[in-house]
Nanobody
Framework: QVQLVESGGGLVQPGGSLRLSCAASGFTLDTYDIGWFRQAPRKEREGFGCISSSRSDGRTYYSSSVRGRFTLFRDSAKNTVYLEMESLKPEDTGVYYC??????????WGQGTQVTVSS
């Protein structure tokens, strides 16, 4: 069974850091581009990060809203993609999802993990 599971969300103060995980089962994560999305309350889902498959050298892409603060990387041995988030802002609050594509048309999505940035 193909499954993605995000974890690592929580409550953090502005300026703080979090590391989210996207763990895969039932398939090899390295063979897919993995997209990261988030949805803030009362807002549309936003795609903000992408890490390409290992065949594409695992290149990373970020939206301007997170570039320089967020970093994506893979651990192939753990079949996991990580999202390192630093200098978090209240506007980063939302439910964070990973998916097996960098577009909204991904076929597999995780269940999401809540990130709340608040003092």
């Amino acid at each position: 069974q193909v499954q993605l599971v995000e974890s690592g969300g929580g409550l953090v103060q502005p300026g703080g850091s979090l590391r989210l995980s996207c763990a895969a089962s039932g398939f090899t994560l390295d063979t897919y581009d993995i997209g990261w999305f988030r949805q803030a309350p009362r807002k549309e889902r936003e795609g903000f990060g992408c890490i390409s498959s290992s065949r594409s050298d695992g290149r990373t892409y970020y939206s301007s809203s997170v570039r320089g603060r967020f970093t994506l990387f893979r651990d192939s041995a753990k079949n996991t993609v990580y999202l390192e988030m630093e200098s978090l802002k209240p506007e980063d609050t939302g439910v964070y999802y990973c998916a097996t594509d960098c577009s909204d048309y991904a076929t597999h999505w995780g269940q999401g993990t809540q990130v709340t940035v608040s003092s």
